[in-house]
């Protein structure tokens, strides 16, 4: 009888390690086949075939861009200052709640500022569009912020 036990619970230690190896195998395999590698300027040319872009409005898509991005930058520069300042106080031994907030204000103030420029330019940008084209990049927009939200709570 003791033998037959030990027989049994050594068939299921077996078949244990084999189904572990193979879900093994499946996860190593598997891993990065459910989202797809975004690249450099995929997101640009995916959206320019979604919408049917001209030439023209693709030109002057990508002027707004630059512009937009030569205005927010040293936003997004300020607040990486603020944030490397404000985090650099948790080594400091006595820190009031006023030190803090002064900070948090900076860099919630900066963000706003950026927030409302990137609004304006998604306005602008989707003035470049016709009728169905504002449909359709009204419809690409929300996918983008769904994805965004998504990969945000993936973190």
């Not at 900076?106 to 950026?114: G, V």
């Given at each position: 009888m003791k033998a037959s036990v030990n027989k049994i619970l050594a068939i299921a230690v077996i078949l244990l390690l084999?189904?572990?190896?193979?879900?093994?195998?499946?996860?190593?395999?598997?891993?990065?086949?459910?989202?797809p590698k975004r690249q450099p300027g995929n997101g640009f040319e995916m959206m320019a075939k979604e919408l049917s872009m001209s030439e023209q409005?693709?030109?002057e898509y990508k002027k707004l861009r630059e512009d937009h991005f030569a205005r927010v930058r040293p936003l997004f520069d300020s607040i990486?200052?603020?944030?490397?300042?404000?985090?650099?106080?948790?080594?400091?031994?006595?820190?009031t709640d006023d030190s803090l907030e002064v900070y948090s204000?900076?860099?919630?103030?900066?963000?706003?500022?950026?927030d409302k420029l990137t609004f304006e330019h998604f306005k602008k940008v989707r003035a470049l569009f016709n009728e169905d084209q504002q449909k359709q990049f009204d419809e690409y927009m929300q996918k983008m912020m769904q994805r965004r939200r998504d990969s945000a709570n993936r973190r």
């Open positions: 084999v189904i572990n190896t193979i879900l093994l195998i499946f996860i190593w395999k598997g891993k990065g086949k459910h989202e409005q693709k030109n990486r200052q603020y944030r490397a300042s404000f985090f650099k106080m948790v080594k400091e031994p006595a820190i204000k900076r860099i919630a103030e900066k963000q706003a500022i950026i």
